[in-house]
């Protein structure tokens, strides 16, 4: 069948309704005081025109009538939809814009330097930044669409709509500084409506408003955000049914690629945007998690959950993937604002640089397990299926192998004792039921211990030395136990340093110095200054279940501190000076470890000097205070 198309419009096109309900109940007059009737003559301007130039609302000149088959007819149909479709949401677009310019910046501008402030002016730039300059732009575009596209001159076989996108898509490039601005107002309004409950109500009773049509300001805001990227998609629907002989395929070509470009940019934006989202819900789901999550250059890479297999039990983990931290945490059930979010208990934070992913093949036990290895915690897990296992073992070798290389880059590393230091995976309890060295079984006297070199489990005779976990990033060095094995490669290797001196005991010889000064357990005996003791009587006191400052024996009723200044094993009276840090008094008082001695027949201990006689001398604690400040 054909047709002769002599009338400007297609007969019989219809438009399916657009999901914008929510704000047609806007009145037209309140749309009318963002585009007045002037805005014709801007957007003439606007577009390079004469706004004096009617020649616009003047008809088109006559052409001979196109004869126009069955299909050529629909395809223009649908190019008349694109375009009405265009104008739709446009008008929406605006109503949108106006809410925000007509509800809410009044309302909370009114109150800046009131009683009853809702936010200070500064709060409200940052939040709504520049849409202000973007509302004209839109008017403007939305009065060259209705020109076009609503006047009785409207033709989808000859009318162009290119032009209007490729003049104006320069003024889109305004949304750079919203969309930039964008994530810092959601955290603002984040910050303010926890801080400030008044403002919280302002949120609650504007969605109430009919012109809100139940949603909350952080729903507008992002409108903006999304309107780039939809000209791009209706520009290229329009496009679509565009024909080459149309007189508007080349202008309209251009628009849509000037648009993408746009677009693209924004896409990039909004992508950050959601993670951003994102991070922001796992930092209020973790309980206990005290840091800011949201840092420059982290990127969320992953999350799910695995199970991990613990010393005792297995038990249920979120692991959440960083781009240069790993966080894991133990799901609970309580949810937290209302919705269904889930909400974790945070247990550790590893860092991802000197870590490695190992792969654990499958056993009777256990299938789909791949281990993490770092320098504060290494652990086994395992995932549902092998598909999982291998996407989770992509991600964390992809973020190691990217944070190696940008070390490597830097050239700024410097090898250190934490390079030669990886925590070992424990085995679990159930797997071994007497000590791995001495093979005696577990009791309820011999107890279980694990060795925080290698992991494995042993009883508390084979595991009687430490050693120091060298200082990581924000974790300081600790003192761990280590089975005598591991304790003795320690000490061969000279990587690590040990916490527990040698078997033998340390002859002193007199160091050279000028005052004396003396610590005794024992203060109701004081020696006197002329008195002194031989060197060949006091010894470095070196038993691991005795204090080694007063000799005091360890235990239950006198637990044992280790100094992390000295590595020493002292009581809890002899660090009784830095609680927070259990250093041992001598540290404290900043004494070497070379001019301490032990007296043998235990009691106390004193600094040894070798100026005059050569005497050790004691003060009691009345003199402690003037004699450091003397020294």
């Given at each position: 069948?054909?047709?002769?198309?002599?009338?400007?419009?297609?007969?019989?096109?219809?438009?399916?309704?657009?999901?914008?309900?929510?704000?047609?109940?806007?009145?037209?007059?309140?749309?009318?005081?963002?585009?007045?009737?002037?805005?014709?003559?801007?957007?003439?301007?606007?577009?390079?025109?004469?706004?004096?130039?009617?020649?616009?609302?003047?008809p088109p000149p006559l052409s001979p009538p196109i004869m126009l088959d069955e299909a050529q007819l629909r395809r223009l149909a649908k190019r008349d939809h694109a375009a009405k479709e265009i104008l739709s949401t446009e008008k929406h677009y605006n109503r949108v814009l106006i809410v925000i310019q007509k509800v809410f910046l009044p309302r909370l501008r009114s109150a800046v330097g009131r009683t009853g402030e809702i936010l200070d002016k500064k709060a409200i730039d940052e939040i709504f930044s520049n849409i202000e300059d973007i509302?004209?732009?839109?008017?403007?575009?939305?009065?060259?669409?209705?020109?076009?596209?609503?006047?009785?001159?409207?033709?989808?076989?000859?009318?162009?709509?290119?032009?209007?996108?490729?003049?104006l898509a320069p003024f889109l490039k305004m949304y750079s500084t919203y969309y930039a601005n964008f994530?810092?107002?959601?955290?603002?309004?984040?910050?303010?409506?926890?801080?400030?409950?008044?403002?919280?109500?302002?949120?609650?009773?504007?969605?109430?408003?009919?012109?809100?049509?139940?949603?909350?300001?952080?729903?507008?805001?992002?409108?903006p955000i999304q309107r780039i990227p939809r000209y791009k998609m209706l520009l290229e629907e329009l496009m679509k049914y565009?024909?080459?002989?149309?007189?508007?395929?080349?202008?309209?070509?251009?628009?849509?690629?000037?648009?993408?470009?746009?677009?693209s940019q924004m896409n990039e934006k909004v992508r950050l945007h959601e993670m951003f989202l994102e991070m922001l819900n796992i930092q209020r789901s973790l309980v206990g998690f005290n840091e800011v999550l949201l840092m420059p250059g982290r990127r969320l890479v992953r999350s799910g959950p695995v199970t991990k297999i613990c010393r005792s039990s297995n038990q249920v983990r979120q692991l959440i993937l960083f781009t240069d931290i790993l966080i894991y945490a133990r799901p609970i059930s309580t949810k937290f604002g209302g919705d269904d979010s889930p909400l974790f208990y945070y247990k550790q934070k590893i860092y991802l640089d000197r870590c490695s992913v190992a792969d654990v093949p499958d056993s009777e036990s256990y299938s789909n397990t791949f281990q993490i290895i770092g320098h504060q915690k290494s652990f086994s897990v395992f995932v549902d299926s092998p598909a999982e296992k291998a996407k989770w073992m992509r991600a964390i070798q992809s973020v190691i192998a990217e944070l190696e290389e940008c070390r490597r880059s830097l050239r700024t590393s410097v090898v250190?004792?934490?390079?030669?230091?990886?925590?070992?995976?424990?085995?679990?309890?159930?797997?071994?039921?007497?000590?791995?060295l001495c093979s005696g079984?577990?009791?309820?006297?011999?107890?279980?211990?694990?060795?925080?070199?290698?992991?494995?489990?042993?009883?508390?005779?084979?595991?009687?030395?430490?050693?120091?976990?060298?200082?990581f990033k924000d974790k300081p060095r600790?003192?761990?136990?280590?089975?005598?094995?591991?304790?003795?490669?320690?000490?061969?290797?000279?990587?690590?340093?040990?916490?527990?001196?040698?078997?033998?005991?340390?002859?002193?010889?007199?160091?050279?110095?000028?005052?004396?000064?003396?610590?005794?357990?024992?203060?109701?005996?004081?020696?006197?200054?002329?008195?002194?003791?031989?060197?060949?009587?006091?010894?470095?006191?070196?038993?691991?279940?005795?204090?080694?400052?007063?000799?005091?024996?360890?235990?239950?009723?006198?637990?044992?501190?280790?100094?992390?200044?000295?590595?020493?094993?002292?009581?809890?009276?002899?660090?009784s000076k830095s609680p927070k840090t259990h250093a041992c008094d001598a540290c404290?008082?900043?004494?070497?470890?070379?001019?301490?001695?032990?007296?043998?027949?235990?009691g106390g201990w004193s600094s040894a000097f070798g100026g005059g006689g050569g005497g050790l001398v004691d003060h009691n604690d009345e003199d402690d205070d003037d004699a450091m400040a003397a020294d």
């Open positions: 069948m054909f047709a002769f198309l002599t009338s400007p419009a297609v007969v019989g096109v219809t438009s399916e309704p657009l999901d914008t309900a929510r704000f047609d109940s806007l009145p037209k007059e309140e749309f009318e005081t963002v585009a007045p009737p002037i805005g014709r003559m801007v957007a003439r301007l606007a577009i390079g025109e004469d706004p004096d130039d009617e020649m616009m609302d003047e509302m004209p732009v839109n008017a403007m575009l939305l009065e060259l669409l209705r020109d076009k596209i609503e006047s009785r001159h409207w033709n989808p076989a000859t009318s162009c709509l290119g032009e209007i996108f490729m003049k994530s810092k107002a959601l955290a603002v309004i984040s910050d303010k409506m926890s801080k400030r409950p008044a403002f919280e109500r302002f949120l609650k009773d504007m969605a109430r408003l009919p012109e809100c049509g139940g949603l909350r300001l952080d729903a507008f805001l992002l409108e565009t024909d080459p002989e149309h007189p508007d395929f080349e202008k309209l070509n251009k628009a849509v690629n000037i648009v993408s470009q746009v677009a250190g004792e934490s390079d030669f230091f990886q925590a070992p995976v424990w085995v679990p309890n159930q797997e071994r039921s007497n000590c791995k079984e577990f009791t309820l006297l011999r107890r279980r211990h694990h060795c925080r070199k290698c992991g494995g489990i042993v009883c508390s005779s084979c595991s009687s030395k430490s050693f120091v976990i060298p200082a600790q003192v761990a136990r280590a089975c005598d094995t591991c304790f003795e490669a320690i000490l061969n290797d000279g990587v690590l340093k040990p916490a527990s001196p040698p078997l033998s005991a340390l002859s002193l010889n007199r160091p050279e110095s000028t005052e004396p000064f003396e610590r005794r357990r024992d203060r109701s005996s004081v020696l006197s200054t002329t008195s002194t003791l031989s060197l060949s009587r006091a010894s470095v006191l070196w038993n691991y279940e005795r204090c080694s400052l007063c000799g005091d024996s360890l235990g239950l009723t006198n637990p044992k501190r280790y100094c992390p200044d000295c590595n020493r094993t002292v009581c809890l009276g002899c660090s404290f008082y900043n004494i070497p470890p070379s001019q301490v001695v032990v007296f043998e027949s235990g």
